[in-house]
């Protein structure tokens, strides 16, 4: 490992740490323990950066934070099992939430927002509730059978209804969501949530 990456991964867990020791902690257990400085900033670290960064799955966590896999999986259940964090299991992924912050629609509706396409298809029906499956297709640029696959996964999610085209079941919900962790998105969401941060009215 070089010295400039060693010093990027010290800035970034420096970053992220800062908003882990500033967050209430959440369970009975101490965060930290006996294995020393440097890994109880990388356990801060990984504290700010779930709450900043719900629905994240471990290869994207571990990416950020620049952790090694043995690295982020030690600090990953020592901050579960102290109650600090929670995952739940979505397909091939586990995603990380802060403990006993989101319902279970809102993790569903997370992770969804954490996969491109889908996110693409939610954004672009808020942005316009009757989009047919070939605008969302022209707007995605992506072909129709990809835009059906995903359609089937959000429905099946309980976040889309097919029944007459293509209408979001919890549009509020979705846009608070949405509002609320856009940086951690793309520039896409950022953008989307700088217009319509003002029509928020759900909180979770």
Do not use: C, W
Request: charged share 30%.
């Amino acid at each position: 490992m070089t010295e400039g990456f060693d010093g990027r991964k010290r800035e970034t867990l420096r970053r992220f740490a800062a908003v882990g020791a500033a967050a209430p902690f959440v369970g009975t257990a101490s965060a930290s323990d006996a294995d020393g400085d440097d890994a109880n900033e990388t356990r801060e670290a990984i504290r700010g950066y779930v709450p900043t960064t719900p629905g994240a799955h471990f290869s994207k966590l571990r990416d950020d934070l620049r952790l090694g896999t043995g690295e982020a999986q030690y600090h990953l259940r020592k901050l579960e099992e102290a109650g600090a964090i929670e995952s739940e299991r979505d397909a091939d992924y586990r995603r990380f939430f802060p403990a006993d912050r989101f319902d279970e629609t809102d993790k569903r509706a997370l992770g969804y927002l954490r996969r491109e396409t889908p996110r693409g298809m939610i954004l672009a029906l808020l942005r316009d509730p009757e989009a047919t499956g070939a605008d969302l297709a022209n707007a995605l640029d992506v072909s129709r059978p990809t835009i059906s696959a995903a359609a089937a996964d959000l429905e099946a999610a309980g976040l889309l209804d097919r029944s007459d085209g293509y209408a979001l079941t919890e549009p509020e919900r979705l846009l608070t969501l949405v509002v609320r962790y856009a940086d951690s998105f793309d520039a896409e969401t950022v953008a989307f949530a700088d217009d319509a941060a003002s029509l928020v009215a759900y909180d979770p």
